[in-house]
């Protein structure tokens, strides 16, 4: 298994946001923009205009994960902004499957992200829906904090459930995501690291992406 990492903007430094992608660019398999209304979430980030100026910037895949309240009404501008793939929350929308089939119809891939406290059995009957499910190891809202190690269970679980209905499909982890938890990740069945402070916050991203793979 190729171990995909995605790092996520939000630790960027935004007055120079293009020199920031381009240091990733040669080793990061898709970017990951948090999209954070005040609401769902106790912080507010940016909108679809971040994330056309991103799709301008580069090529790589964008991972655009909607921590917002009413995802439903904001899903066609994201698609158009560029976002490849793109994720909300079962929390907001406790019965997804209209608006995964409305993203999919949009051109974007659908995720789901499941937060610290919801069980992984929430999700299992929309897996074979999804093209992704994102488990949050971290309460959302900011960066730089510390993995909750109970949710790696949670993602040893939903492993097992995939790998019983015969699906192909990935999960991602995000939050405190280092080089110290990204192997117990990896270990539980994540595919996906979004890793953000442990990449930008470093003195060189790029090698910084080599190691969370282990290279």
Not at 57 to 74: E, G, Q, W
Not at 82 to 99: K, Q, R, T, Y
Request: glycine content about 8%.
């Amino acid at each position: 298994m190729k171990v995909k990492v995605a790092p996520s903007i939000l630790s960027a430094d935004f007055s120079c946001l293009e020199r920031e992608i381009r240091k990733v660019e040669p080793e990061a398999d898709m970017l990951h923009l948090d999209v954070m209304d005040g609401h769902f979430v106790p912080n507010i980030t940016f909108g679809p205009l971040v994330v056309e100026a991103v799709r301008r910037i580069t090529p790589i895949p964008l991972m655009v994960h909607l921590m917002i309240t009413d995802p439903s009404k904001y899903a066609e501008a994201f698609a158009r902004a560029g976002a490849d793939l793109l994720l909300f929350h079962l929390e907001a929308v406790p019965e997804p499957s209209g608006l995964l089939s409305q993203i999919r119809s949009l051109g974007p891939k659908p995720g789901l992200v499941l937060n610290p406290e919801t069980s992984e059995e929430a999700a299992f009957p929309w897996l074979g829906e999804v093209d992704l499910l994102l488990v949050m190891t971290v309460h959302p809202g900011f960066g730089a904090q510390r993995l909750i190690p109970e949710t790696l269970g949670k993602v040893a679980r939903i492993r097992e459930r995939i790998l019983k209905e015969g699906l192909s499909l990935p999960i991602a982890v995000d939050g405190g995501i280092n080089p110290e938890t990204a192997p117990l990740a990896v270990s539980a069945g994540a595919e996906i690291l979004v890793a953000g402070n442990a990449i930008f916050g470093t003195d060189d991203p790029l090698e910084a992406v080599r190691k969370l793979r282990g290279k």
